[in-house]
């Protein structure tokens, strides 16, 4: 479902087929501007992989002919995934890529999911632009400190969103905390020193309006 949402349909996809030309492709790529696209087989259902605009440009650099077919600079072939693919099979996934093939059940191209929409996801999930403040608490691994600076929290406003990072540190980690926008500057500091006076070290406080 989150794929889905996030994925651009195959029919809106800008598409080349296994049997184009590097020259083909190439004017499809400098007409629409991108940096690649994907390429089907014949059928328009099998993801070949995606062609590259750099690619055919040194190719021709260095002698090749623009008239060799598409395939024979494709890259990627299996960088793809599913619609029923979840949050961290995607994000691992995408890296690099500025989009990545999305395949249906019967292993068919279903669509691309362009990697800024999923930056788009992820900073929709942290509430920056509904949200007041952002606190770092700075904690070591303790047995309920989750629950504890939410419960804190909670005392006095609500969590708009909460992020921990540091997963693989064993000395410390940080957990993020976006207050909402009705969250003003006397109640944060409430939160701020209790937090502070329970032993959750608040490190550092953002705020969010004053962003450039």
Same mark, same amino acid.
């Not at 905390?177 to 953002?206: F, M």
């Given at each position: ?7 651009i349909p195959k029919h809106q996809?800008?598409k080349?087929?296994?049997t184009? /030309? ?5 004017k ?8 690649? !696209?994907? !390429?089907?087989?014949q059928?328009g259902? #099998?993801?070949?992989g995606?062609?590259?605009?750099m =690619?055919?440009?040194? =190719?021709?650099m260095n002698g090749g002919s ?6 024979t600079?494709i890259?990627? /072939?299996?960088?793809f995934?599913y619609?029923a693919s979840n $949050?961290? %099979?995607?994000?691992f ?12 059940d019967d292993g068919? $191209?279903?669509?691309?999911?362009p990697?800024g929409?999923m ?8 509430n920056?632009d ?5 606190l770092?608490v700075?904690l ?5 400190a989750?629950?504890?600076?939410a419960?804190? +929290?909670?005392?006095y406003?609500t ?5 921990t990072?540091d ?7 940080r957990?993020l905390? /976006?207050l909402?926008l009705?969250c003003?500057?006397? /109640? ?8 502070? %006076?329970?032993?959750?070290?608040v +490190?550092?406080? #953002?705020d969010?309006?004053l962003? !450039?």
């Amino acid at each position: 479902m989150l794929v889905q949402s996030l994925c651009i349909p195959k029919h809106q996809c800008i598409k080349i087929s296994e049997t184009a /030309t590097l020259r083909e492709a190439l004017k499809t790529l400098e007409d629409t501007g991108y940096r690649c !696209v994907p !390429v089907l087989d014949q059928s328009g259902q #099998e993801f070949k992989g995606n062609i590259y605009k750099m =690619h055919i440009y040194r =190719h021709g650099m260095n002698g090749g002919s623009l008239d060799d077919n598409v395939m024979t600079l494709i890259k990627n /072939t299996s960088k793809f995934i599913y619609t029923a693919s979840n $949050f961290f %099979e995607v994000f691992f996934s995408i890296k690099e890529l500025p989009y990545i093939a999305v395949l249906n059940d019967d292993g068919q $191209f279903f669509g691309i999911l362009p990697h800024g929409k999923m930056l788009g996801m992820l900073e929709e999930a942290w509430n920056r632009d509904s949200g007041s403040y952002v606190l770092t608490v700075a904690l070591s691994e303790q047995k309920g400190a989750i629950e504890k600076i939410a419960k804190i +929290v909670n005392k006095y406003s609500t969590v708009a969103s909460l992020m921990t990072l540091d997963a693989k540190s064993s000395v410390m980690r940080r957990v993020l905390i /976006t207050l909402p926008l009705d969250c003003d500057e006397k /109640t944060k500091n409430k939160i701020v020193k209790k937090l502070n %006076e329970k032993g959750l070290r608040v +490190v550092a406080v #953002e705020d969010l309006e004053l962003r !450039v």
